[in-house]
């Protein structure tokens, strides 16, 4: 995994945090129109996402631990253009603050050979206990993090 | 696959299209919080837009075999439910008439036990040439295919 | 789901314990060489193995509610031929006896359309208590079940 | 992508060809036991293999763009470990010399945490035209590709 340098300034309190990984696609990725299926894209989101946890701290077992699960409740993808084989993508995931007890990510995923903007998406994800119930209000450890990234 | 008895009145002129199937979740769909991974969905898409492509003649091979592909450009799924290993959930795809050269439909996802509403979604596609051209009026072949089902 | 009457009298003691069920091949697991991606088959053997549990009362379910989970520890595949998107194939799953603590399935898949033999495969699972202990025998609901199909 | 240093002295003539390379577990590929589901494997030897390709000049599109696909005709794997969300596996990649044409690599997946041994592995792959013809002998790029490594 490759985070630009530029991420470096992005984690300054006030700046959006962004986090930037390049999945390469996969051979079994690729459908019979010998691009990557449009579902695949899915798991590059979630590469994306877990890059950002791991980047900012919030990643699916930091969740997990602290006796919660993110399931996604909306899923929004928009593609621009098509990848195939041997094609390498970057992962640009940013966070978007809410005051609502949500996660909501901003995608973008361009095409590394020549930068060229391949999709966007956003995902919306809720907190629920291990017992299934929603959560309403921020968790405890999630309210820490905000404060530790300054969001408001 | 079955479908319900109640589609057979659906396909008369003006009355909506719609396609009813059930899938069975798979042990592998499913993500180690135990219910089905939200991006197993998108399978469930296929194939009810799969089945409404058999029932109603534009199916994947119908489109490929007029020369065109029909990529999807746009994916919305909003997660109501979740299911799990063991579940069959019927996945009822709905054809949303436009004028614009695109396909785009509706679906809604149930679990088939309870009849509970697990997932909603909208699938835009539009029309490309093999070589990769973008269509911006209707194919031929679809301009006769809305016509006999008496999509203005 | 349909599977032969043949299937009727193969339940009857002594003779082997198989199932038939029908797989509609996914657009998503056709490669870019625009036949099913070689991985996508060991799907189509869960479906035959969770057919096979159905049938005869031993899916991942009971095995799992009588306290167990079942690991796949050796899996072998040899393709005969290969199937693309439209195609249906039908998993033919055989139960082969043993008397070690394991679950062994001999599997041979067929194109429907001309009945081709695509693939033969065979797995071998092993018995493992949720607190991830390896059984070297046989578990008491295991030995029930084999007392019931008159498996010695 | 990691490849260790040892992997330099490896490539001399005479001595085995391998590769080695770092793959993250996506949550995606774990079940619901809460480990990695073992079809998930396939796509990590497929990476393997991808990356063995890269390394010694035979990845798939160097095959494609001979004019011939190399589909795996025989695939045999045996799990020793699990490993779940989170983990790292390394994925050794080791050519087996043989006279007739074919394809046929060994792998090794270890734990990266603590290298412990997770799954080995076999796969066999045959040459075929675009056109679906068997190649009985080797085709030329092939020849040159011995060559060059000094197989025999």
Redesign the interface.
């Known amino acids: 995994m490759k985070r630009g340098d530029s991420n470096m300034k992005l984690t300054c309190g006030g700046d959006p945090l962004v986090s930037r990984i390049e999945v390469?696609v996969?051979?079994?990725e690729?459908?019979?129109?010998?691009?990557v299926?449009?579902?695949s894209y899915?798991?590059y989101l979630?590469?994306g996402r877990?890059d950002f946890g791991e980047r900012f701290g919030i990643?699916?077992?930091t969740i997990f631990n602290n006796g919660y699960?993110a399931?996604?409740?909306?899923?929004?993808?928009?593609?621009k253009q098509?990848v195939?084989?041997?094609d390498t993508v970057i992962v640009e995931t940013k966070y978007v603050p809410t005051l609502s007890a949500k996660l909501i990510f901003e995608y973008n995923i361009f095409r590394k050979e020549d930068n060229a903007l391949v999709l966007t998406a956003t995902t919306t994800q809720v907190f629920m206990t291990k017992s299934g119930e929603l959560q309403l209000s921020n968790p405890p450890f999630f309210e820490e993090w905000k404060k530790r990234w300054n969001i408001g």
């Open positions: 390469k996969r051979f079994s690729v459908d019979s129109i010998r691009v299926w449009h579902g899915v798991k979630e590469d877990e990643e699916y077992m699960t399931p996604v409740v909306d899923m929004h993808l928009q593609y098509s195939t084989v041997g």
